[in-house]
């Protein structure tokens, strides 16, 4: 299971982690495609999570959710974690789970190092969520 904390942008379908859902947004249709973005996170950082269609109905805060095969890419110029295609997401428990709020690595600057074929980090934008304020 990789931490959140060590997400790297990746034209790849090969993350496998797990998170509770913290918070959801509104969602929003485009066409027959309709998404809502969330706030997730583990025990080592948060990050914006996508869900697509159905999944947004399905899943609410507190769930504890296992992602296989997930993607995290850059949506619509927001970084975000999505199941994609191939990926798969699954409710494993609820509300029992330790989490931190910091970094959100989805408010990280990611810059294409050519020497080394992959994002790496240029700057934090924010060290939480601008689309999601802290909880109090």
Known sequence: MLSLKDLVPAAENNINTQFIVLNKGRTTSEGQNKTCLALVADETAAVHFQLWGSEGDAFEPGDIIRLTNGIFSCSRRNWVLRA???????????????????????????????SKSKFVQKAVISPHSRIFPPLP
Do not use: A, C, L, Q
Request: aromatic share 10%.
């Open 84 to 114: 994609g295609k191939r990926g798969k997401v699954e409710k494993v428990g609820e509300f029992t789970m330790v989490y931190v709020e910091t970094p959100n690595m989805s408010e990280i600057e990611w810059v294409h190092d050519p």
